[in-house]
C-alpha cells in the first residue's frame, strides 16, 4: 500500500500519512523504526506494511526494497 506523509514529528518519530484513497493513517515510533530510515519529509510517497489489525508495520520509501 503506498501514501504520501502528511505529518512527521521527529522528536517522537511518529505521524500520519494520507493513503491514495483519501484516508489518513497514524503509524507510530516502532513502524518508522523498522524502516531504517533517519526521517521523513512532509509530502514525501512512502510504503507502508500494515497488520492483520490495519496497524502500520513498517514504512518505507517507495521502490526501494
Known sequence: MQGTIATF???????TLLLDDGSELAFDADA???????????????EIETEVTGDVH???IAGIG
Do not use: K, W
Open 58 to 60: 513498517r514504512v518505507g
Open 9 to 15: 514529528d521527529p522528536d517522537t518519530r511518529a505521524g
Open 32 to 46: 518508522f523504526q523498522r524502516s531504517g530510515l533517519r526521517l521523513l519529509r512532509l509530502g514525501q510517497r512512502v
